[in-house]
């Protein structure tokens, strides 16, 4: 497998996986503190926030739980915007804790708007959190009114809880300055690192109210964990070699700089957008202003089996794209972060290239050309970034793979 433009992974730089082959610290020993507070220092910086942060050895499944299990009780009412598999998915944490969770549903394609998400706090009386995906990855949505919720949310006395599972780190998320209580991320994706890792930081609002209501978990409480954090101890047997992988990938992204990464998912979902458009594969999501700038959900055109592309791209071409999710129509998603922190134009249009090629393969007749010269149009208005370590290297589509891939 060569490249890995899946929506809920990422490649991983040779980099972080040399960090998987270090001595792994005692977690009670000496290197360990110094390395679970360099961790935690640099999610802060990634999230941007000065609230504390919960590292959890876990999946995000995990932390989403945790998030149930802290803040929710039987009888209170939650709001939650749906619009696919995942947003849909947090109801259950919502109902598992005997809470009521007040769905604000949208058709597959479409957010609920602002308005509706207010209406339903209104209607539901007392409210003790919203609780939301910032980016759908099932359909490849991001909400657009996820900068309004932390004042709304203090209008109306909730928490505002939130599941950044894959965008931490590769898409703008300032937790302060929104207002978020509790945000959950993951060390995978956006981050870079592998899996295994799950963290959440905590506001002061919400701290006071777990301070007030100590949750009934053992290896979910957050109090026991920030209690831990804060003499620089874990407060279970942590996956300390994953630690180090994470930390190196941390490195990495605050090398890179946020607004250089964030810039580079944006401007390769742009150039895969233009694309693809150019040949009438169209997004799930009809509203451009929605569309993700990270996990990108295509339909699958019309004849195409969604597994046979997906097998054939990986098979012919070495590219990984990721299967459709239940409720959403025949798709494929494709994901815009990658180790490789320097921006290389030819990682997307290859890419392009070769999901151009497979589709005529299939029989979904299209114009190469036309694809490549709308993502080269998006793309030639960029730099080609680096840092220095990681110096640009330019890059211009050889041309002359066009006649290659037309004798096929």
Known sequence: ??????????????????ALYRPEPDHRGETFGPLQDRLIKKV??????????????????????????????P?????????????RLLCEYVRNAGAN??????PVGDEPSFEQIENGFKQAGKVKAFFSVYDETATG???????????????????????????????????????????????????GGPAGLCFLSVSDRAKKYLEENPPK?????????????????????????????????????????????????????????????????????KKKELR????????????????????????????????AVTGTPPSW??????????FREGRVMATVTCICSVLNLMGYKNDMGKAIEAAHEVLKGYPCWGTKKYPPIPWEFPRSMLKLFKEE
Not at 49 to 61: A, E, L, P, R
Not at 333 to 342: E, K, M, N, Q, W
Request: with cysteine; hydrophobic share 45%; proline share 4%.
């Open 217 to 285: 978990s053992v290896y979910f409480n957050i109090p026991y964990y920030l209690r831990w954090h804060s003499i620089h101890q874990p407060a279970f047997t942590p996956a300390t070699i994953i630690m180090l992988a994470t930390d190196e990938a941390l490195n990495m992204v605050l090398e890179e700089g946020l607004e250089m990464r964030f810039k580079r998912c944006e401007i390769a979902a742009k150039a895969f957008y233009a694309a693809f458009d150019a040949i009438g594969v169209e997004t799930i999501t």
């Open 44 to 73: 802060q910086q990634v999230l941007q926030t000065q609230n504390d942060i919960m590292v959890i050895t876990s999946s995000g499944t995990g932390g989403l739980e945790a998030i149930g299990i802290n803040f929710f009780k």
């Open 1 to 18: 497998m060569g490249e890995l433009w899946m929506g809920c992974e990422s490649n991983i730089s040779e980099r972080v996986l040399s």
């Open 292 to 323: 993700s700038k990270l996990t990108l959900a295509f339909k699958m055109p019309p004849g195409i089996d969604e597994s046979e592309f997906r097998k054939l791209l990986d098979n012919k071409y070495g590219i990984y794209v990721y299967h």
């Open 333 to 342: 998603r494709l994901g815009t972060i990658g180790a490789d922190p320097v």
């Open 75 to 87: 009888g209170d009412n939650v709001v939650v915007p749906t619009c696919g598999l995942f947003s």
């Open 101 to 106: 969770p007040i769905e604000i549903e949208a």
């Open 141 to 191: 949505i991001t909400f657009s009114w996820f900068d309004k919720m932390g004042a709304l949310c203090r209008k109306y006395n909730a928490l505002f809880l939130v599941d950044a599972h894959a965008i931490g780190g590769a898409v703008n998320l300032p937790v302060d300055q929104w207002g978020i209580d509790c945000c959950m991320c993951v060390s995978q994706i956006g981050m």
